[in-house]
C-alpha cells in the first residue's frame, strides 16, 4: 500500500507491456450456457486489437467462447493486474484454417506453436477484443483503475 | 516441461500448502444471473474444508455468489495451479454478524482485518466448499490432475 498510485499514462504504458509479454499466460474465465463459471490459465498473443487464445475445440472454454462470445481475461498477478472484459471477435477457426497473422502473433509471442501438432485441427484460434480494461495493483490504485471503456482507451497507449 | 510429473502425494502437499499460504489471494471466477463471466483476485482464508472470502455485497462476485452458489478457484501461478471447483456452503452475512471463527481464520491468514472498517457491515463473508479440486504444472500434469471429485479427497491430505 506505500507506493503511491500510478497515473493513467503509467496504467497505459504497464498494461501495453503485460499484453505483449512473452511467454506468459493470462487467466480465462468464461461462462457455460447453463451459467456456471469457468476458468483456465492459457498462452496468449496480441495483435494490437485482440489477444489470441488457442485451446481445444471440446474443451470448456472453447465451448463457452462460442455460446456467449465473451470473455473475462486477467493479466500479471494479482496484486499488478490488468482485467480484460472481451467479446469474440469474428469467428474461431481450427489451426490449420485460421487467419495466418493471427497463428503467427500467438506463436511468436506464447512460444508455443500449435500448428505442427498431429492434432492441430482440433484446436482452435479465437481473438477477443477488449471492450474494458481495468489496470490496479493496491487498493489505492482501485481509482482511476479504468483505461479502455465501451472499447475505447482512455488515453493513447503504444499497444505494440 | 523438464521436471517430471508429481504424484498423487505431491500434488494433495503441494495443493494443501497453496490453500494456507498466508498473504496470499485467489483468482475467483463467477457467473452473473444473466450468464456473464466475472474474475477478480481476492484475499482468502482455509478452514481446512472450506475457502473464505470477504468481500462487498454489492460486488458482482458476492452477488454471483448468492445467485448462483458456486465459483471456480484458482490458486498459485498459471504454471503451479490449484483450480477448485466450489459450492457455497451456508449463507454469507455481513462481517459483525459472521462466524467468529470463519473471520477469525481468514484475518489470521489474509493479513487483512474487515472488522475495524467503518464500512465492515457492508462486507460478507462466504464459505466456499470444494467439490471439485485439480493441480498441475506443465502439460505432462494434466494426466493425474485430478485431486477431489464430487467433494472427495483421492487421498489424505492435511489440508491445514
Given at each position: 500500500m506505500d507506493a503511491p498510485p500510478r497515473s493513467l499514462d503509467e496504467r497505459l504504458r504497464d498494461t501495453a507491456a503485460l499484453l505483449s509479454a512473452t511467454g506468459a499466460d493470462t487467466w480465462v474465465a468464461t461462462a457455460s450456457a447453463a451459467g456456471e463459471a469457468y476458468l483456465v490459465p492459457l498462452s496468449f498473443g496480441w495483435t494490437g486489437e485482440a489477444v489470441v487464445l488457442v485451446t481445444e475445440r471440446r474443451s470448456p472454454t472453447a465451448r463457452n467462447l462460442i455460446a456467449k462470445r465473451g470473455a473475462r481475461l486477467a493479466f500479471g498477478g494479482t496484486r499488478d493486474v490488468v482485467m480484460v472484459d472481451g467479446e469474440l471477435a469474428g469467428e474461431p477457426a481450427a489451426v490449420p484454417d485460421a487467419d495466418a497473422e493471427l497463428v503467427e502473433v500467438f506463436v511468436t509471442q506464447s512460444?508455443?506453436?500449435?500448428?505442427?501438432?498431429?492434432?492441430?485441427?482440433?484446436y482452435d484460434v479465437f481473438a477477443v477484443r477488449p471492450v474494458g480494461v481495468q489496470a490496479w495493483r493496491e487498493?489505492?490504485?482501485?481509482?482511476?483503475?479504468?483505461?479502455?471503456r465501451d472499447g475505447e482507451w482512455l488515453g493513447p497507449v503504444d499497444v505494440r
Open positions: 512460444g508455443w506453436d500449435p500448428r505442427p501438432m498431429g492434432d492441430a485441427a482440433d487498493g489505492n490504485e482501485i481509482a482511476g483503475r479504468t483505461l479502455m
